[in-house]
């Protein structure tokens, strides 16, 4: 019997109603057989992760790779160099490498499979950009280059043991996120990144629900860009309103794990690539940022 494909893998082998070489019923055996082939290298693969993480936002421009980066930062704080890993998802507009300072750096290939590069405290890091030969080079495919992509991705890369794998997906809900969510076998759980504003509480809603349909665990929501204290009085201004988080927590039944203040150095600090949370461990959004690694650690059972 042949089983449904995952939707990515639709797109990858696209359905055929005369295939030139093969007969429809055959063509689909083979791709059905040929993803499930995928899914076990994936599945070898990611064995030695104890943790896979994904981190989503209803829409771009939230902040999601940023928390991404710090998260991790934060998490290798604890647990040392190279047991951490981020994988990029966002193959239009990757930004990862960046805000780590982990650019120009070629992916090598050996016989385990390719390796991550690195970032501060070795935090492994595999990006689409890393594939793009100049910084204008725009990535223009169409729903099957991308599953492609990410298929690849997944299969080929050689993490290693990790604790912690956070994988950045891409903005919204759409067919790369889908992809990427299904492919990943196990997932631990799911972040939401929101800001404290109303009208991203009403995306919130579709990727708490993009979760559920997918039976993904929902480890909790991070409100970003919430509040900003200005340095010269000490004012406290809600440029996004207030307590957006607290009001989709409750009325969705998520948990919030904490909530990031506007901070300039967060965004100077993403722009040069410096390790925020260990350069400016003293300031709030960085204390948030182990707050909210120490909130992860607890929902694991591991404090
Ligand atoms: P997304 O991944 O959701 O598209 P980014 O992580 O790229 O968003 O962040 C968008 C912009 O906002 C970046 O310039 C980033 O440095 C900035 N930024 C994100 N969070 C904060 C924050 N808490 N304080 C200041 N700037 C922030």
Redesign the pocket.
């Known amino acids: 019997m042949i089983e449904k494909p995952a939707r990515g893998a639709e797109e990858a082998y696209p359905q055929t109603d005369n295939h030139p070489c093969l007969g429809e019923k055959s063509f689909m055996e083979k791709a059905a057989k040929e993803l499930e082939e995928i899914r076990s290298v994936i599945e070898a693969r990611m064995r030695k992760i104890r943790r896979k993480i994904l981190i989503l936002?209803g829409k771009?421009?939230?902040?999601?790779?940023?928390?991404t980066a710090n998260l991790a930062l934060a998490l290798a704080l604890k647990h040392g160099e190279g047991r951490v890993g981020i994988l990029d998802g966002?193959l239009t507009?990757p930004?990862i490498p960046k805000?780590l300072k982990a650019r120009g750096q070629t992916l090598r290939a050996g016989p385990p499979g390719i390796f991550p590069a690195r970032g501060p405290l070795g935090i492994k890091v595999v990006s689409m950009d890393y594939l793009l030969p100049e910084d204008e080079t725009p990535v223009i495919w169409r729903g099957p280059m991308k599953a492609r992509a990410i298929m690849q991705f997944l299969s080929e890369i050689a993490w290693g043991e990790l604790e912690y794998l956070l994988v950045?997906l891409p903005?919204g809900t759409g067919d790369e996120a889908l992809t990427i969510a299904q492919l990943i076998p196990k997932v631990d759980g799911a972040i939401i990144?929101t800001l404290p504003s109303e009208l991203s509480q009403l995306i919130v809603r579709k990727a708490i629900s993009f979760c559920r349909r997918l039976e993904l665990p929902v480890i909790g929501l991070i409100e970003?860009?919430s509040g900003f204290t200005c340095p010269s009085c000490g004012a406290r201004i809600d440029v996004f309103m207030r307590g957006g988080g607290e009001k989709i927590a409750e009325e969705m039944g998520v948990r919030l794990l904490g909530k990031?203040?506007?901070?300039?150095d967060?965004?100077k600090a993403?722009?040069l690539g410096e390790p925020y949370v260990i350069a400016h461990r003293d300031r709030a959004?960085a204390q948030e940022f182990l707050k909210i690694s120490d909130e992860l650690e607890r929902f694991f059972g591991r404090d």
């Open positions: 936002s771009g421009g939230v902040g999601k790779s940023v928390v966002d507009g930004s805000i950045d903005p990144v970003n860009m990031i203040p506007l901070d300039p967060l965004c993403s722009d959004a």
